[in-house]
């Protein structure tokens, strides 16, 4: 059983690495607040992922009440804690939600909180700790406290998603929302217990732990491949449709260069203010192109413009 464990835990790590790797492939070069958010998001949770292995590898080769330990697991802490944060910020800037300095100091503060009773929390108990025993849960008190907050993205998610315009971001995020909410109940355990106690046969009883987080986390990376290989699949499907499309919709329509550039940055889900800061023009400026390309199209719509410009 426990090398089962170590098998799912590096697993889960290798499986991190790459759907990480992946993840920047795919959207860093959208170059926008959210796709920030997003990866920043999935990097502390990635290194979160490989915190944890390096604790669980390092706790039988180091004396119990080792320092390595206390910082190995103060570290982990600290990427809960960046995970947390910028998952807040993806959801504020999918909603719309706080876009201003006072909404972004909110966060700002929570961040620095967090990270100020972990920080004390690691003194207190590295200066008090027994000579000869890691206590497991010197943490707990903050964790506690970690586990509130962070039901807080999800609570703003399930209160302001209407104000999410572009439907497939939408579902993805509810899914991968109800995910992390079913997932959520193990991850608290997992934390405050430490393991779950197989027993390894009926004579011995010897105990052996298993955390569950890989078995969340695999879940997780799981779904992040699936959409992420989807979502590329049907964007090179569509890119081909497109290029071939565009120049006939383009020439047919009297179509210019910048205003192609804001029909294509819709396409991807952007919203106005999204596709200003990506072209470096304001969002009045993006307006008025979008009142332009109206009336030379006769589109009514956003939708009836994207299906113009693909089928025409």
Known sequence: MQYLFQFLLVSCLAVGVVTT???????FRYKSRLEYCFLTFLGFFTLRVF??????FLFPLLPPADTLLYVASFLSRITLVGTLVFMTLFMHQLTGLFQTAAGKGVVSALAA???????????LDLAS????????????????????????????FFLFSRRIK?????????TFIILILAAFPLLILDDVFGSVLVLIGAARQEPVPFRLFPLCYLMIYAFFLRSGFKNFVNENRLAGVRSESSRAFVEHFGITARELEVIELMRQGLRNREIA????????????????????????NRVELIRLSVYS
């Open 21 to 27: 790797v992946f993840a920047f492939a795919l959207f």
């Open 166 to 174: 572009n439907i497939t971001i939408y579902k993805m995020v509810r």
């Open 129 to 156: 700790r027994s000579a000869a025993y890691l206590d497991p849960y010197f943490f707990l008190p903050v964790d506690i406290a970690f586990y509130v907050l962070a039901l807080y993205p999800f609570l703003v």
């Open 277 to 300: 800061a990506k072209l470096f023009i304001s969002t009045a400026t993006v307006k008025n192109h979008f009142h332009n390309i109206f009336e030379k199209t006769g589109a009514v």
């Open 51 to 56: 915190a944890d292995t390096m604790l669980f």
């Open 113 to 123: 909180a967090l990270f100020l009773l972990y920080t004390a929390q690691f003194i």
